[in-house]
């Protein structure tokens, strides 16, 4: 059992305004502490230059400029160790919205340097896996959301999800021993790391998905990763299994700071109340003399019972924000920090045996022990007593109640068979009254050979087995074809690593429509990635608003940065398998001419007629020496190709989840223009002019030829933008409709900005010209 105090860490969240208000004290051997300089309320008229100061201690503060990389090494990687020797893990991460909790725990969506504490850690547990022959390994992933205190399986495979309540509700039950079971929480085995970061990739898009602008659920739920490790050494029956908990929790913000109101407001009482639980557990659990621990007033508490003063090594990430408005904040994070760090956990090695292996070694021991009976009674008895007997005890047991010796006795000899019988019967006769017919009294539990099935029911109970064990023979069969095929396919990979990469740089770098690429998915391999129904055929006018939507969104740089970087790694990636299949080739040269002139030396030898040589021959060791280099520079080549093919997985899958927020940014978008023209309009001076024209669309198309009109609107780039960057002035679709024949473009309401004007102009006419040319605007 290790007994240790939860551990606190501090992270800085970079900030690009220069703010003294802190300072951090780095002292290796105690720790280092954060410092808050707060200046005093300007009091009665005088300015007040003294401040207050404010320090927490930490066991290390990250600063600002601290990276992805330290974190892990520093935080996470001692909780994962002690996870791989059968320690229970959880590393939490808390802090006010922004601080950066997602960031540190989960990773930026922009760079792979960003990775935050999750997909690292998996990395670097395959990584282990596959460098530790001595020990078999399992792995099984489980993602919980928990909102307004109820959960949600983040990983249901059985469809994504468009709203939070399209995931199956977990609920909690408890056992007799108190112990924590989640209903509903479905656990996914995961074999290797893609496997491992695709299900973190869908569990992270259907948080995405199942958010709306009115529930920011990354801010107000919490969110646990969960990693289940299971260790044996080959031919052990003991187990060793541990949990690893990856937790970012809610926003810590106090309500009244964040003026809320409405549904926003009830969410806020849900987080605020179950961070406020919380605070109350840690309060109970430092508190010395305290029996009960508040632990099931929430869902969040419940399930992190183990992680807070149980069986675990927990772990606690304080992120701050330095900037003068979040000081208040980040002061009472650290408070909070603080105070967990009072709280002892005993983790204790979680040992068990393998059921089905003590089975096994139960049945050796039965057949040991029965084959030393039959030697010391010289008798093999059957598992059942044979007619025979049975008459003999019956007659003995009759025998036994007729005989008026009251010191009668009742042999039996050492045989638990017939004593069990002899007291059946026994108890049989007492309850019918009928002592002295012992053979009408057979007890009914007793089997005999007269109990066995009637010849024609045996011949159907045989038939139905063979046609079980038949059954049971396909499946087998058709299991390890699918096996072999999955084998097959995973050594394809592993031996010719360009082709693979290549087929994947098509995929990725191809112009599918965005709805086609969202639903990608359906037909990769990756048995996780999420699957997106596809959508009906976009109108024109929709996939021309979502080209101007894309453009202009907040992540178009970030996707266009990613797809040329992954260009750039798969460019860098064939180069290496290039050089990787070069070195194969070589290496394999040379060891023919090693071969050859090994032969050459001992056809010299047998010829010649004398001893063979005793100093080595010089080309032979030049041989030896270029295959050990070639050797090395295979092994190290393929390894830095191993590190790009993950990187490149992990940038696939950013740019998957940047897609996925686009589709479903625009939806959203779409649906609120949609909504908003469907609200009856004023009359205006230009509707009735355009009443007097004749219909047109709001590009000068008449209306009667355009497609209905909630579908034929298409935004100018600055309704687009506004909506998608969040501009404080957005001017919806319905405002902006133009009126006017096709070649009068002078009712187009323009901006003012010569660029975004003449980009207007430039669609406007673009369009027209399509129209024509397609019919549409003749019909
Ligand atoms: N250490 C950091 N380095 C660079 N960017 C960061 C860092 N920490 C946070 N950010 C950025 O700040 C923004 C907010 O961070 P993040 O979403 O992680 O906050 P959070 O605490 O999880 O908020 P919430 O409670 O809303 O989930 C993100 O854009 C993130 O990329």
Redesign the pocket.
């Known amino acids: 059992m290790v007994k240790q105090t939860i551990q606190i860490f501090a992270?800085v969240?970079?900030t690009n305004k220069a703010a003294s208000i802190y300072s951090v004290d780095e002292d290796e051997q105690d720790g280092s502490s954060l410092e808050f300089l707060v200046p005093r309320d300007l009091a009665d008229g005088f300015v007040n230059n003294k401040k207050e100061s404010y320090s927490f201690r930490f066991q290390k503060v990250f600063d600002?400029m601290?990276k992805q990389e330290e974190i892990f090494d520093n935080i996470a990687k001692p909780v994962v160790d002690s996870a791989l020797a059968g320690y229970n893990g959880t590393i939490f991460?808390y802090?006010?919205?922004?601080?950066?909790?997602?960031?540190?725990i989960t990773g930026?969506a922009?760079r792979y340097s960003?990775r935050g504490v999750i997909p690292r850690t998996l990395s670097y547990l395959y990584q282990h896996f596959s460098r530790d022959s001595s020990k078999m390994y399992t792995t099984q992933i489980s993602y919980l959301e928990i909102y307004n205190d109820v959960g949600y399986d983040l990983l249901d495979p059985r469809h994504g999800a468009s709203a939070l309540d399209d995931l199956p509700k977990v609920t909690i039950m408890e056992d007799p021993d108190q112990n924590i079971h989640l209903r509903n929480l479905s656990i996914h085995q995961s074999g290797n790391e893609e496997e491992a970061l695709n299900l973190l990739f869908l569990g992270d898009t259907n948080r995405m998905i199942a958010e709306t602008p009115m529930n920011?659920a990354?801010?107000r739920s919490h969110c646990i990763f969960t990693i289940h490790v299971c260790s044996r050494e080959p031919g052990s029956a003991t187990l060793r299994r541990s949990k690893l908990h990856l937790v970012?929790l809610?926003?810590s913000e106090r309500v009244a700071k964040t003026g809320m109101g409405g549904q926003l407001l009830t969410e806020a009482k849900y987080i605020n109340l179950s961070l406020h639980y919380l605070e109350q557990v840690i309060i109970a659990l430092s508190e010395k003399n305290r029996s009960h621990i508040p632990y099931r007033n929430s869902m969040m508490t419940s399930v992190l019972r183990d992680s807070l003063g149980g069986n675990c090594m927990t772990t606690m990430i304080a992120?701050v924000s330095v900037d003068k408005r979040n000081v208040e904040e980040s002061i009472s994070t650290c408070r909070f920090a603080q105070r967990v760090a009072l709280i002892k956990n005993e983790a204790q090695l979680n040992e068990e045996l393998d059921p089905t292996l003590v089975i096994v070694r139960l049945k050796k021991e039965i057949q040991l022990l029965r084959e030393e009976l039959a030697m010391v009674t010289g008798e093999q008895r059957a598992e059942q007593l044979a007619e025979d007997e049975i008459q003999k005890m019956e007659g003995q047991v009759k025998a036994f109640l007729d005989d008026p010796d009251p010191d009668i006795t009742l042999d039996l000899g050492p045989d638990m068979r017939k004593i069990h019988y002899c007291f059946s019967l026994l108890k049989a006769m007492v309850r019918s009254g009928q002592a002295g017919a012992a053979g009408h009294c057979r007890p009914p539990s007793v089997g005999t050979a007269e109990d066995s099935p009637a010849p024609g029911e045996l011949k159907k109970l045989k038939d139905m087995l063979q046609q079980r064990d038949n059954e049971i023979s396909i499946l087998v069969s058709m299991l390890k074809k699918e096996k072999k095929r999955a084998q097959d396919f995973a050594t394809q990979l592993a031996q010719v690593p360009t082709a693979h990469l290549q087929s994947q740089n098509t995929m990725s770098s191809s112009q599918a429509t965005p709805e086609l690429e969202a639903g990608r998915g359906q037909d990769s391999a990756q048995p996780y990635a999420p699957r997106r129904q596809r959508g009906p055929e976009l109108s024109m006018g929709r996939k021309e608003a979502f080209a101007i939507f894309r453009r202009d969104h907040e992540d178009s740089v970030t996707i266009e940065d990613n797809k040329a970087l992954l260009k750039q790694r798969f460019a860098e990636a064939k180069a290496l398998g290039e050089q990787v299949n070069g070195t194969r080739s070589r290496v394999n040269e040379l060891k023919q001419l090693l071969e050859q002139r090994r032969m050459q030396r001992a056809a010299q030898v047998v010829m010649g007629g004398h001893e063979a040589p005793e100093e080595p021959d010089p080309i032979e060791e030049k041989l030896c020496r270029q295959i050990e280099e070639e050797k090395k520079s295979y092994k190290t080549t393929f390894s830095r190709l191993k590190g790009l093919k993950t990187e490149i997985e992990h940038l696939q899958l950013l740019l998957e989840r940047a897609k996925v927020k686009l589709q479903r940014d625009f939806s959203q978008w779409w649906a609120r223009e949609e909504a908003c023209l469907q609200e009856p309009e004023p009359e205006s001076e230009d509707t009735a002019a355009g009443q007097s024209l004749g219909q047109h669309d709001q590009w000068g198309a008449p209306s009667s030829t355009a497609l209905p009109p909630a579908r034929s609107v298409t935004p100018t780039r600055s309704a687009a933008t506004s909506h998608a960057l969040g501009s404080r002035d957005p001017t919806p679709l319905s405002q902006l409709r133009v009126l006017g024949p096709p070649s009068d473009l002078s009712f187009i309401p323009l901006t003012g900005d010569q660029k975004t004007d003449d980009d207007i102009m430039a669609f406007v006419r673009a369009r027209q010209n399509l129209l024509s040319r397609t019919g549409l605007s003749q019909k």
């Open positions: 992270r969240k970079p600002q601290s991460a802090g006010q919205t922004g601080s950066g909790k997602t960031f540190t930026g922009k960003d920011q990354s801010t970012d809610a926003g992120t």
